[in-house]
């Protein structure tokens, strides 16, 4: 805030005083008036007089005061406008939801001008016409576009010229007199700014009065467009930010579907530039070849694969002569790691012009031991290792839909949204992803399954038919502890502003278990009350806490310690059961893999 805005109470509380000792004043000369004219008389009985003009000098010195006393108060209404407009100033810029921003613009517009009707247009960025954005009455009531009937005459002079517009008399202006949008509506006096940023002009304040002629003045001109300035450059960071965030949304769609596409191909995929250097090396590849892909990135592929070399090299050769090579498909025996019979398919990447960019290397498994690998690498999307192996001799006809009692984690990171807000997106995607795989090393620890990453949060079931766990809620409680030790120890390794903290909710009940999706893509997750109360639960736990049911704590068993809990945020239920927050194990008692009593970091 600057030394002018700071000094503006004082100013005001100056001028008020001044106000007050004013009117003391014209009440002083009042009486004095008065005394004046009753000395006058006791001095004509005694023959004597008072100099003639005496009582007009009074006369005229209230006079004086009186034209004094609008002047005041007309200065006094200036401050408090000026007051308004730095306080609104601020908090216009204090945010960067777009929506927000607007009713706050708006609504400063009508408090600054005493306006009846307030109206803000903005251009289309991809279009450039103007559209209605938002409309205010003076009793902040929210106008319809129907209702709301402006002159669009004036709009367009202020988009055009760039200048701002005042009219105290429009149905007399005889600029306007002939439009009837003017004429029609029945608007007198009229303000009108544009939104401009540099040299930009996005869009135009808008306010108006049917009733009141010469409402608006050159001072409320002034202050309308010093305001808009303002507005208008908070207005571009909204849409910016707006903008920044759809297209981070997009970003990460597009790189989260590439990373699930090229983990999900069943068979190895090798990249290449036109040097012939790996710059792609998937899941699969690293696989069936035993090189891990941070190995492969950058190097030749004759380097990393040399049992590759002699079938595909002279395919590669000509792709770095820039010779034409058909794509081509064969098959070989890879000794590297036993006998393994793979088939390659080599092809050219082109760009439009037909120019070669690279070359891709398709690399498929046919041996039945390779294929039963595959399959079990698909269940690893959702299972940890042990389970995945375990999956081979289980009964999966379970997997189609059946209903019974588990337990369920659900977390989430706290101040994550706010969090991300100042990222740029890789970095973004490499902090949550440290935090995404602690949650889920702990899960895996405990014997859980993670079912779905949903943004920055996990649900991880316990006790599903891929793993049966009869003491299920002690090991989602474990779960939840060896989180919150992981996060503490992550913490150790972080800077202090990546620092996040988990809340947990634990919930034990029925749920509906098994794939679903669609014929080409299909998860095995869980449905029902149970999942829904874990998240209720999460909503309610502070970052660090875990906060359980009364039937995941009573299933629990007399190992666990907890307390009551008062719901901190709004429940989407009305008739959320009582809560209980996680206090530690009772002394002397084991988790299931006998690392002693657990307890929360606080």
């Avoid at 306006?115 to 938002?134: C, H, K, N, S």
């Avoid at 379970?398 to 706290?414: K, N, Y």
Wanted: aromatic residues 4%.
């Amino acid at each position: 805030m600057s030394d002018a805005t700071r000094r503006l109470p004082q100013v005001s509380a100056a001028a008020a005083s001044a106000q007050d000792q004013l009117r003391e004043l014209l009440a002083q000369l009042t009486e004095a008036a008065d005394l004046l004219r009753q000395e006058q008389v006791a001095l004509r009985e005694r023959g004597m007089g008072l100099p003639a003009d005496a009582p007009g000098v009074v006369k005229r010195a209230q006079e004086r005061l009186n034209a004094l006393e609008p002047d005041l108060m007309g200065l006094q209404i200036e401050l408090r406008q000026l007051r308004g407009l730095a306080q609104t100033a601020a908090v216009i810029n204090s945010t960067l939801e777009l929506g927000a921003v607007l009713n706050q613009v708006i609504d400063t517009v009508i408090q600054l001008t005493g306006a009846e009707r307030g109206y803000i247009l903005l251009r289309d960025r991809t279009t450039g016409a103007l559209e209605f954005q938002v409309a205010r009455g003076l009793d902040r009531e929210q106008l319809a576009r129907d209702e709301f009937r402006i002159s669009n005459t004036i709009v367009q002079e202020v988009v055009t010229s760039g200048q701002p517009v005042i009219t105290d008399n429009a149905r007399q202006d005889p600029r306007y007199e002939q439009h009837d949008s003017i004429v029609g509506y029945a608007l007198r006096s009229i303000l009108a700014a544009p939104l401009r940023v540099g040299s930009e002009i996005i869009g135009v304040v808008y306010c108006d009065n049917r009733i009141l002629a010469g409402l608006f003045r050159a001072h409320e001109l002034n202050l309308l467009r010093a305001f808009a300035d303002q507005a208008a450059v908070a207005i571009q960071n909204a849409r910016l930010f707006e903008a920044a965030q759809a297209r981070l949304a997009e970003i990460t769609e597009v790189r989260d579907l590439m990373n699930s596409v090229f983990a999900s191909v069943a068979g190895g995929l090798i990249v290449l530039d036109p040097a012939g250097n790996v710059t792609l090396f998937n899941p699969a590849a690293e696989r069936m070849t035993g090189t891990r892909a941070g190995d492969a990135l950058g190097h030749r592929l004759e380097a990393i694969l040399p049992a590759l070399t002699g079938p595909v090299y002279p395919l590669l050769a000509a792709m770095r002569a820039g010779s034409a090579a058909r794509a081509v498909e064969l098959e070989l025996e890879y000794d590297a790691r036993g006998p393994l019979l793979w088939r390659v398919v080599f092809s050219l990447l082109r760009e439009r012009d037909g120019s070669a960019i690279g070359a891709a290397l398709v690399l498929d498994d046919l041996t039945s031991e390779r294929r039963r690998e595959q399959q079990v690498a698909q269940v690893r999307n959702y299972l940890p290792l042990a389970l995945a192996e375990n999956l081979r001799s289980a009964d999966v006809a379970a997997l189609g839909g059946q209903e019974r009692e588990i337990s369920v984690l659900f977390c989430d990171l706290r101040g994550f949204t706010r969090f991300s807000e100042h990222l740029e997106p890789e970095a973004l995607m490499r902090i949550i992803n440290r935090y995404l795989t602690v949650a889920s090393d702990a899960v895996h620890a405990s014997g859980g399954l993670v079912s779905q990453y949903i943004g920055d949060a996990v649900l991880a079931l316990f006790n599903t038919p891929l793993n049966p766990q009869p003491e299920h809620p002690l090991r989602a409680l474990q779960a939840a502890i060896r989180l919150q030790h992981a996060v503490r120890a992550l913490h150790a390794e972080l800077p202090p502003e990546q620092r996040l903290l988990f809340g947990v909710g634990l919930h034990t009940g029925l749920a509906v278990l098994g794939n679903i999706g669609s014929a080409d893509r299909q998860e095995f997750t869980a449905v029902g009350e149970a999942v829904d109360m874990a998240r209720l639960l999460q909503e309610q736990a502070e970052g660090g806490e875990i906060i359980l049911s009364a039937t995941a704590r009573e299933a629990a068993g007399p190992a666990l310690e907890a307390e009551p809990a008062t719901p901190r945020q709004p429940s989407r239920r009305h008739d959320l059961p009582p809560i209980f927050r996680f206090v530690a194990l009772r002394e002397g008692a084991t988790n299931l893999d006998g690392e002693g009593e657990g307890r929360p970091s606080a």
